[in-house]
């Protein structure tokens, strides 16, 4: 893309007289984001900031390229400013620019951004090629939904731990919040956390009716509501007839040294299988969650082949669902399963 065309972009249709067609309020001063020896004036919806271009300049180079052309002296100005209009969110160009002044509350070590504020880092640093910025929260959306089996195993889903939400509610991992992330990896062309996402969306979206119907409130691109349901139903049948084979050879196997004792409880791990309330994306639960959830953690009554047997068997098992996760989505796999950004 030429650069021309990148500050084309940029500036969109809102060109001085386009915007003030249709601004029915006068503009209003950023309070925290004008600065009285500032050198451009950035206006994105209603709201004006006063900054400088180097600033802008030296973290991007579609603004670097952007002031090498001369504003027309027949366009307005404040205090002497040229007026830049963005077509980007103001609650956006707010928190990027509060990050490129190094405020406070934005790039203190340790703290953890809330998904407004990663979401804006996103659509502008991958706009105005901001890179840092865009490679810092991609990381922590990665990390909150990842690509690798261990990584998964480790995300805590008792809340978020790369970025917050206000906790207004029990659930927190709640349809609303995974909506929206899915949305907005859409929206930027995230890929490659869509199987972490969809799988984490079985949870509470058991019943499916409920993701119909919050759809029709929050719109869900038409292929991401597909490819969820698509990889659900492929979920719930490996579950049964691949995941929890290994149960068939429990008591069977030559070392087995209990055979009475293993083949029975081999007919009552396939009850409890069959009765489990159906998770889809229990196929990913780990070994200790299996055995809590069978008869008290009995299973470790099994002889010791057996069990080691059926250890083996369930970690290859969800290793093996992993591997192809992308696929049963309708996504490339992993390897190719790359972010247009
Ligand atoms: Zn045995």
Same mark, same amino acid.
């Given at each position: ?30 309070? $925290? ?14 709201? $004006? ?191 049964? $007839? ?65 069990? $080691? ?33």
């Amino acid at each position: 893309m030429s650069k021309r065309r990148r500050t084309d972009d940029v500036l969109g249709s809102g060109r001085p007289g386009n915007a003030h067609a249709f601004s029915v309020e006068p503009p209003e001063k950023s309070e $925290q984001l004008w600065f009285e020896d500032g050198s451009i004036v950035l206006q994105a919806e209603n709201t $004006q900031f006063k900054v400088h271009r180097s600033i802008l300049a030296k973290n991007s180079p579609i603004f670097a390229d952007l002031f090498k052309i001369p504003h027309p002296a027949s366009e307005p100005t404040i205090d002497g400013c040229p007026i830049v209009h963005l077509q980007d969110s103001a609650e956006d160009v707010k928190h990027v620019l509060l990050i490129l002044y190094g405020d406070r509350e934005y790039v203190n070590p340790g703290r953890v951004p809330h998904f407004s504020v990663v979401a804006a880092m996103i659509r502008l640093g991958r706009k105005y090629e901001i890179d840092f910025m865009k490679d810092e929260a991609l990381s922590r959306l990665k990390r909150e939904f990842p690509t690798t089996l261990e990584e998964f195993d480790d995300v805590d889903r008792t809340g978020w731990t790369h970025f917050t939400f206000p906790t207004d509610t029990v659930h927190d991992r709640e349809c609303k919040k995974l909506y929206a992330m899915i949305r907005f990896a859409y929206e930027c062309n995230i890929r490659s956390i869509l199987p972490s996402l969809y799988v984490e969306l079985m949870g509470p979206a058991r019943d499916l009716d409920n993701v119909f119907y919050l759809s029709n409130e929050l719109p869900m691109p038409y292929d991401a509501l597909r490819s969820f349901v698509c990889g659900r139903d492929i979920l719930l049948s490996v579950r049964t $007839q691949e995941t929890y084979q290994w149960i068939r050879e429990v008591g069977t196997l030559v070392s087995c040294k209990s055979r009475v004792k293993c083949s029975g409880m081999s007919r009552r791990l396939v009850l409890h299988v069959l009765n489990d309330p159906v998770y889809p994306s229990s196929v990913f639960h780990k070994w200790e969650a299996f055995e809590a959830g069978f008869e008290n953690g009995t299973i470790k009554e099994l002889c010791d082949p057996c069990l $080691q047997y059926a250890k083996r068997a369930h970690k290859e098992a969800r290793e093996a669902v992993w591997t192809v996760l992308p696929t049963y989505f309708k996504l490339p796999e992993w390897d190719k399963l790359t972010d247009d950004m």
